[in-house]
């Protein structure tokens, strides 16, 4: 080792030793005679007394080795806010490892640099107190994690990386295979197929850290690749898949957030959306929607006459001028709907706004009662098909609780959210999975699913913390004819089924058990526990939302030469991504 002690270390018992530390410059300071150095390492900092002569090359971030003693800080000048502030080195030696250029941004402010310039220089960020430590704690994450796992009796295995495209909900990447031209490898969407498959294969419980790889549309605070704690087992059922959830969380936030993590309680689908508009409600707040379809069964009103009405009310929001409800409505257009309709009450009890004249006297007179509203608040409304008015109304109600700042700063909130719809109706009037085509039925819905696509639920589950879907899995479609049925009823002919999964329906004829299982997502639930919005702020060299990566300039075109190897056509030059040099327009600081 070129070095005896690691920097931040060092202590007053420490004092009168000789030691060789080695680091980074991270602050100098002149005092006439003498240069004041802040060492660092990665166990943190020490105060380093350099002569003048010996340190006047010095600059910020240069990487240099020193040698001294550790001796007392005179009286008055200690630094209550360095574990080492006791003490400092009075260095006899001192040799520059390496140079520095000049910083394209400085590392030791609170002031960062621009998302685009950070990640550019990724390797200079995090040389920042801040991404060092989320990425130690990542490795904390994994560590805790892998003892939940080992103590709960599952083996870690390592699936394919280069597999066969799979419907996981979203577009492949693939990859050419050089020695079979025009023939393409996938790269996972997730491993569940593999891991279905390793439960065939008698292993009974498996996990894995999991890369997959998703090319999904842009989307803000989504990577192209990310991590899944990916689990499978069997001969269970639902309740015993969700403890194995449990067991991993409680682990993770008693130790990491000292938060004690209680009995996780457990809501529909169907209650989640109709009492807070989302399948991932936050339940540190407790604002919750009113169904008014009922209510408003006769109105004179034709927004209102719609298969679906609900309310959720703001608390003090009818004192909002009327800027602010013009801004409602752009917030409201911003998420592609038409806008958010709205009643005040005043101190009195009169209704205004716009819908307030549209409506009966009848009610008029029962609407505060019916939404139980306050004088001073204010009432958002949304009509038409449940779900997406449901959708419009749970997005106000969270966008209440910022406003109003109602969520308590280091509060956790954990819930189950089961008994998801099994299918879903497409645009165009068809119908898909929810999940994924090998989630079993509800055993209430096992023989009658194909009959009534619109009200069959699946035996699907997810986590949610703090408003975030932080888990997802289900029980597994076990029964070779039934999986057939599930086939049909999404239109897909037996021909076409084992054309898409022929070698795991092959699988299916050898005694498959009764499996389920789960994935956690890795990113956000470090992203948690690190207290960052951002989950590229946990991955060490992210990408944009687009999928540009700032570091390297990836993707980038390949050569003639390659192409060729590869056995692809010569393809048309494809303009720039968002982000990327050369594309038009500016950067989103959001991607």
């Known amino acids: 080792m070129l070095r005896t002690h690691d920097a931040g270390t060092l202590r007053a018992s420490d004092a009168g030793s000789t030691v060789t530390l080695a680091g980074w410059v991270a602050r100098r300071r002149d005092h006439g005679g003498v240069v004041f150095v802040d060492l660092r390492d990665a166990s943190g900092y020490v105060q380093v007394v350099v002569r003048e002569e010996e340190a006047h090359a010095l600059r910020n971030e240069f990487c240099v080795l020193v040698t001294g003693e550790?001796?007392?800080?005179?009286?008055?000048?200690?630094?209550?806010?360095?574990?080492?502030?006791?003490?400092?080195?009075?260095?006899?030696e001192l040799r520059v490892l390496s140079s520095a250029a000049p910083l394209p941004f400085p590392i030791e402010t609170d002031q960062a640099a621009s998302d685009d310039v950070r990640y550019k220089y990724r390797y200079l960020d995090l040389r920042r107190q801040g991404p060092a430590r989320i990425l130690r704690l990542r490795s904390e994450v994994n560590r805790i994690a892998r003892g939940v796992?080992?103590?709960?009796?599952?083996?870690?295995?390592?699936?394919?990386?280069?597999?066969?495209?799979?419907?996981?909900?979203?577009?492949?990447?693939?990859?050419?295979?050089?020695?079979?031209?025009?023939?393409?490898?996938?790269?996972?969407?997730?491993?569940?197929?593999?891991?279905?498959?390793?439960?065939?294969?008698?292993?009974?419980?498996?996990?894995?850290?999991?890369?997959?790889?998703?090319?999904?549309?842009?989307?803000?605070?989504?990577?192209?690749?990310?991590?899944?704690?990916?689990?499978?087992?069997?001969?269970?059922?639902?309740?015993?898949?969700?403890?194995?959830?449990?067991?991993?969380v409680r682990a993770l936030w008693s130790e990491l957030a000292g938060?004690?993590?209680?009995?996780?309680?457990?809501?529909?689908?169907?209650?989640?959306?109709?009492?807070?508009?989302?399948?991932?409600?936050?339940?540190?707040?407790?604002?919750?929607?009113?169904?008014?379809?009922s209510f408003f069964a006769d109105t004179p009103f034709r927004v209102f006459q719609a298969p679906y009405v609900g309310a959720v009310v703001m608390p003090g929001g009818g004192s909002q001028p009327r800027r602010a409800f013009d801004a409602w409505q752009d917030w409201?257009?911003?998420?592609?709907?038409?806008?958010?309709?709205?009643?005040?009450?005043?101190?009195?009890?009169?209704?205004?706004?716009?819908?307030?004249?549209?409506?009966?006297?009848?009610?008029?007179a029962g609407l505060v009662e019916?939404?139980?509203?306050?004088?001073?608040?204010?009432?958002?409304?949304?009509?038409?098909?449940?779900?997406?008015?449901?959708?419009?109304?749970?997005?106000?109600?969270?966008?209440?609780?910022?406003?109003?700042?109602?969520?308590?700063?280091?509060?956790?909130?954990?819930?189950?959210?089961?008994d998801f719809p099994m299918f879903?109706?497409?645009?165009?009037?068809?119908?898909?999975?929810?999940?994924?085509?090998?989630?079993?039925?509800?055993?209430e819905w096992r023989?009658?699913?194909a009959d009534d696509k619109a009200n069959a639920l699946s035996d699907a589950y997810d986590l949610v913390v703090n408003g975030n879907e932080l888990a997802s899995g289900s029980v597994r479609i076990a029964d070779p004819d039934l999986?057939?049925?599930?086939?049909?009823?999404?239109?897909?002919?037996?021909?076409?089924?084992?054309?898409?999964?022929?070698?795991?329906?092959?699988?299916?004829?050898?005694?498959?058990?009764?499996?389920?299982?789960?994935?956690?997502?890795?990113?956000?639930l470090t992203a948690l526990l690190a207290g960052v919005d951002s989950i590229r702020e946990v991955i060490a060299f992210p990408k944009t939302g687009a999928g540009y990566d700032p570091l390297t300039g990836a993707p980038t075109p390949i050569s003639d030469a390659q192409r060729k190897e590869a056995g692809i056509d010569a393809l048309a030059e494809e303009p720039a991504l968002p982000g990327q040099p050369g594309a038009p327009g500016p950067t989103d600081p959001t991607s």
């Open 332 to 364: 409201a257009r911003s998420r592609g709907y038409r806008g958010l309709a709205y009643v005040t009450i005043a101190e009195d009890g009169t209704l205004g706004g716009p819908v307030a004249k549209n409506i009966s006297d009848a009610e008029r």
């Open 483 to 524: 999986q057939e049925r599930v086939f049909e009823t999404l239109g897909m002919s037996r021909e076409e089924a084992r054309e898409r999964f022929g070698f795991f329906l092959e699988a299916f004829a050898y005694g498959p058990p009764p499996h389920a299982g789960a994935a956690l997502g890795w990113d956000r």
């Open 70 to 92: 550790v001796r007392q800080r005179p009286a008055g000048n200690e630094n209550p806010d360095l574990p080492t502030g006791e003490i400092e080195v009075a260095a006899a």
């Open 149 to 248: 796992m080992a103590r709960n009796g599952f083996t870690e295995v390592e699936t394919p990386d280069l597999t066969r495209s799979t419907p996981e909900g979203a577009r492949d990447f693939v990859v050419p295979v050089r020695l079979q031209p025009g023939k393409w490898y996938a790269l996972p969407q997730s491993p569940q197929l593999f891991k279905q498959l390793l439960m065939i294969g008698g292993l009974e419980r498996y996990y894995q850290i999991a890369r997959c790889f998703r090319d999904e549309d842009f989307r803000a605070d989504r990577q192209p690749e990310f991590t899944q704690l990916d689990f499978e087992m069997s001969f269970v059922e639902r309740d015993d898949v969700l403890a194995v959830v449990e067991d991993v």
């Open 259 to 293: 938060h004690e993590v209680g009995e996780i309680p457990r809501m529909t689908y169907r209650e989640a959306m109709d009492r807070f508009g989302s399948d991932k409600p936050d339940l540190r707040f407790g604002i919750e929607l009113t169904e008014l379809t």
């Open 370 to 418: 019916a939404v139980g509203a306050s004088p001073g608040d204010c009432v958002f409304f949304a009509a038409g098909p449940r779900r997406s008015s449901q959708e419009l109304l749970g997005a106000a109600r969270n966008e209440i609780a910022k406003r109003l700042e109602l969520i308590e700063p280091g509060s956790w909130s954990f819930l189950f959210v089961v």
């Open 447 to 449: 023989e009658g699913f």
């Open 424 to 443: 879903e109706e497409t645009e165009d009037g068809d119908w898909t999975f929810m999940h994924h085509p090998f989630t079993s039925p509800t055993p």
